[in-house]
């Protein structure tokens, strides 16, 4: 299990004055071809966290946190999500900076992609 792949969509927030940074993720189950983008598991992993997010704006307004990377979808061995990710969610939440979250997510990641959309369209990944 620790060397399975796993995607993780998570998305940089603030909410009520309060950082928060959402996590999903799913299990792969062969890594991302090295030519491709992750499907219709990166959209449906996206879908996902934006709709509990969506359920949780009767809290209070949800504003992104920074530039356009704040919703980032990222492959990377499962031993990296249980290990490393907690950490650096508790390091950004404490007052940490984007960069230092930004780079340190890099040296985890093997391949990311910054979830963007246009009106009308399905979810599409440009490579982080």
């Not at 491709?36 to 504003?63: F, K, M, V, Y």
């Not at 499962?78 to 780079?103: C, F």
């Not at 992609?113 to 009308?120: E, F, G, P, S």
């Amino acid at each position: 299990m620790a060397n399975d792949h796993y995607l993780v969509c998570l998305a940089l927030l603030n909410q009520n004055g309060k950082r928060r940074l959402p996590i999903g993720g799913a299990s792969l189950a062969e890594p991302i071809a090295a030519d491709a983008d992750p499907g219709q598991q990166g959209e449906a992993l996206a879908l996902d966290l934006l709709l509990r997010l969506w359920q949780q704006t009767n809290l209070g307004p949800i504003q992104r946190h920074g530039e356009e990377t704040n919703l980032l979808l990222l492959e990377m061995p499962m031993a990296k999500v249980l290990e490393d990710l907690p950490r650096l969610k508790k390091a950004w939440l404490a007052g940490g900076s984007n960069a230092d979250l930004y780079r340190e997510l890099r040296q985890l990641t093997e391949r990311g992609w910054v979830i963007q959309t246009a009106k009308y369209s399905k979810p599409s990944f440009k490579i982080w």
